[in-house]
């Protein structure tokens, strides 16, 4: 018994060190990422691995034209300055759609879309929501909104080795983050759901029509201020 007693005790006090390891290394990792960019994200590697040249180029969210986190705000989360890292209405109505459709629709904010993007890899599974999840409460207590939106524009996947709204705008408009129309933002921001299939330059059919809407609520964003914790 005295053995067994030994190697349980063991057990737990690797188990408790290992935890602590975790958290606090996940913990230094999400507050790192307050000050420094990212140096590196899955799809990236992913995309070195296979041979593709990575066009990135980080720039701060005032060198971002104020119409392109308007449009994301617009197109795919209402609520980002509302919320604290999760819709809990958003997720209600995904799970709904879900139930009566067999095509998947998603319940993620940005804030959540942006710790998937910074720290875990794109697959879907229930041991990566719920580290998906843990990283949305980091970042939220830790960076606060402009952070969060500067890394999400930041990362986002834009096209085959295109990642950022800085590099996105040089590949499809030959323009910069800063010189951005209101047009021009709803496009990227159109093809983020599908970065290899959509071409921002070329949108035809419902992607056409779906960047319109998306330019209508960049204005209305702008008129009721809801992008207002972006300062």
């Known amino acids: 018994m005295s053995g067994l007693g030994s190697?349980?005790?063991?057990?737990?006090?690797?188990?408790v060190t290992l935890a602590i390891v975790v958290f606090g290394g996940s913990l230094l990792w999400a507050l790192s990422y307050k000050w420094l960019n990212a140096p590196m994200t899955w799809p990236m590697a992913r995309d070195a691995i296979h041979g593709i040249h990575v066009a990135r180029e980080w720039v701060p969210?005032?060198?971002?034209a104020k119409a392109v986190p308007r449009a994301a705000i617009g197109a795919e989360d209402a609520n980002f300055c509302r919320h604290k890292?999760?819709?809990?209405?958003?997720?209600?109505?995904?799970l709904v759609k879900?139930?009566?459709s067999n095509k998947l629709r998603g319940g993620s904010t940005i804030s959540q879309q942006t710790a998937k993007n910074a720290?875990?890899?794109p697959e879907r599974s229930w041991l990566r929501k719920g580290?998906?999840?843990?990283?949305?409460?980091?970042?939220?207590?830790?960076?606060?909104?402009?952070?969060i939106m500067e890394v999400y524009l930041n990362i986002a996947e834009m096209g085959p080795g295109i990642y950022g709204v800085n590099a996105a705008a040089k590949h499809y408009f030959g323009?910069?983050?800063?010189?951005?129309?209101?047009?021009?933002?709803?496009?990227?921001?159109?093809i983020l759901p599908q970065p290899i299939?959509?071409?921002?330059?070329?949108?035809?059919?419902?992607?056409?029509?779906?960047?319109?809407?998306?330019e209508k609520r960049i204005r209305v964003v702008r008129q009721g201020a809801i992008d207002a914790c972006l300062g």
């Open 175 to 190: 323009t910069t983050a800063a010189k951005l129309t209101p047009q021009q933002a709803a496009r990227l921001v159109t």
């Open 197 to 214: 299939e959509r071409d921002a330059s070329k949108l035809t059919g419902k992607n056409r029509r779906h960047a319109r809407a998306i």
């Open 98 to 100: 879900n139930a009566a």
């Open 85 to 94: 890292g999760f819709d809990v209405d958003a997720i209600e109505a995904a």
């Open 61 to 64: 969210l005032s060198d971002i």
């Open 7 to 15: 190697l349980i005790g063991w057990l737990l006090r690797t188990l």
């Open 119 to 121: 720290f875990l890899w």
């Open 131 to 147: 580290m998906e999840a843990y990283f949305t409460v980091l970042i939220e207590a830790i960076w606060g909104k402009p952070r």
